[in-house]
């Protein structure tokens, strides 16, 4: 097995972001995350990026490749994990491919705090497409094309995962944020976690709208060494407010609420690595 202990360093990516990574050799795959700042809200080099020469800055990129006319208060564009195994294979996790899940057209969920959203923001005078003011998206992460995605019945075991083993590598990463006006939350996180026969993967977004609300979409990706595939698990949960036999208080935190939330879908897939590069 390759080396075990972290390795972190700071730089400055091409969109102009000071990031700190921190990274881990594990067998054939190298686990890494980098974390940075929020994305500003409006364009950081307007001269630069009015060339239009590919040299945007964070902001004008998510503008270009998303059909969503506003973003969450708070995106971290560069809080991104990425695991990469020694054949090429690469799954990654990023807030702009998640956001491009996000529906372009108007949401279901039609309450009053959905017009006090639109009205908080800068431009709420103007005209507005209609999108999912809620931000939910059903994002699995992001794969390369030489990793096999096939149905299977196998499923994860937690009980490894319960065991007191010692963790190699551990972070937890926010990809965006947004409290929709204070009337709730709609969070998408990742946290990585690596043990010394496994690495664990929870890509996790919540929606909670205050008395209206409680949706999850959750997709755990799950690894043991010396296996040439990884499990991912994908469940959707979803429940209104009043029907959940839960205090308001109980609502606040993912955590409490989502394992009383009624499963929607449940879907498992093995990822198999290939072994070499297609060419």
Known sequence: MKSMFPHEESRVDSGRFTTNS?????????????????????????VVCERNDDQFCQFCIYCKQLSIPHFPDMVFPKNILTLTHTSGAK???????ALK??????????????????????????????????FSTDYKGTLSDNIIV????????????????????YHDLTLFE????????????????????????????????????????ETRMFHMLNTNYVLREFTSKESNA??????????????????FLPVKEKVTHKLIVESETKT
């Not at 799954?91 to 491919?97: Q, T, Y």
């Not at 372009?104 to 497409?129: F, G, M, N, Q, Y």
């Not at 994860?156 to 010692?166: A, C, G, P, V």
């Not at 009337?183 to 993967?201: A, Q, T």
Request: proline share 6%.
């Open 22 to 46: 921190q990274s881990i050799e594990y067998g054939p795959w190298h686990i890494s995350y980098d974390v940075s700042c929020i994305l500003p809200s409006v364009c950081s080099t307007k």
């Open 91 to 97: 799954i990654h996790f990023d807030p702009l491919d």
């Open 101 to 134: 899940h996000v529906a372009s057209t108007a949401d279901a969920i039609e309450v009053s705090c959905s017009e006090a959203w639109l009205e908080a923001r800068p431009d709420a005078s103007k005209p507005k497409r209609p999108f999912d003011w809620t």
């Open 150 to 169: 096939e149905n299977t019945d196998e499923e994860i075991n937690f009980e490894i995962l319960k065991r007191k083993d010692q963790i190699l590598f």
């Open 178 to 217: 947004d409290e929709l006006h204070d009337h709730g939350v709609s969070k998408l996180s990742v946290k990585v976690r690596v043990m010394p026969c496994y690495w664990y993967v929870l890509l996790r977004y919540f929606l909670r709208v205050d008395n209206v609300l409680v949706r999850s979409y």
């Open 242 to 259: 009043q029907d959940l036999k839960i205090p308001t208080s109980q609502m606040k935190e993912a955590d409490d609420v989502i394992p």
